[in-house]
Nanobody, 116 residues
Framework: QVQLVESGGGLVQAGGSLRLSCAAS????????MGWYRQAPGKQREFVAR???????VYADSVKDRFTISRDNAKNTVYLQMNRLKPEDTAVYYC??????????WGQGTQVTVSS
């Protein structure tokens, strides 16, 4: 059974930092690209960042140079380091497997709130 458990969200002031984690199980994590997505109130879920199984990364323009995605295949965990946070980064953040059967599963997400 695929499980994705996000953690690390919270309330932070603008300019601050947070590190999100996503613990994955139920599929071959080391062979699977992973992504972070977010959904703000009243908006559609949007792409934030992705990392391939070999470590190549892609970022949305809105977070480039502020966020860093990484992975630890030994721990089946993907991370999102978020620096210089802005109020517009406020959203529920989700991780997801990219491609394959596991891409149908989503975790509960973790709330990030950035105050101005």
């Amino acid at each position: 059974q695929v499980q994705l458990v996000e953690s690390g969200g919270g309330l932070v002031q603008a300019g601050g930092s947070l590190r999100l984690s996503c613990a994955a199980s139920g599929f071959s994590f080391s062979r699977t690209a992973m992504g972070w997505y977010r959904q703000a109130p009243g908006k559609q879920r949007e792409f934030v960042a992705r990392i391939s199984n070999s470590g190549s990364t892609v970022y949305a323009d809105s977070v480039k140079d502020r966020f860093t995605i990484s992975r630890d295949n030994a721990k089946n965990t993907v991370y999102l380091q978020m620096n210089r946070l802005k109020p517009e980064d406020t959203a529920v953040y989700y991780c997801n497997a990219i491609g394959g059967f596991a891409s149908s599963y989503w975790g509960q997400g973790t709330q990030v709130t950035v105050s101005s």
